[in-house]
């Protein structure tokens, strides 16, 4: 996902305002931070973006997204996958 952001300069939103370089206009930036976040959310399947639909900074997005599938990820991977096939 944030290679999706590299290529359009995005990337460095995703840091939050507050790593904002000062050669970038807030509106500048303002726009990028939406660029970013629609490049997130155009990204997502249907079972991912209900969690960030409503949101509206790409570093919130990004966040909730990281708490969620970190998590997850870290718990399947010490869940044995079921045997089905006998």
């Given at each position: ?10 990337s460095k939103v ?35 973006l209900q969690y ?35």
């Amino acid at each position: 996902m944030k290679d999706l952001l590299v290529q359009p300069s995005l990337s460095k939103v995703l840091l939050g305002r507050l790593n904002k370089s000062n050669t970038i206009t807030n509106d500048d930036w303002a726009n990028m931070e939406e660029r970013a976040c629609n490049t997130i959310q155009l990204s997502l399947l249907d079972e991912a973006l209900q969690y960030v639909v409503e949101i509206k900074s790409a570093p919130e997005v990004w966040l909730k997204l990281k708490s969620i599938y970190i998590t997850t990820s870290s718990i399947t991977m010490l869940i044995p996958p079921f045997n089905v096939a006998r």
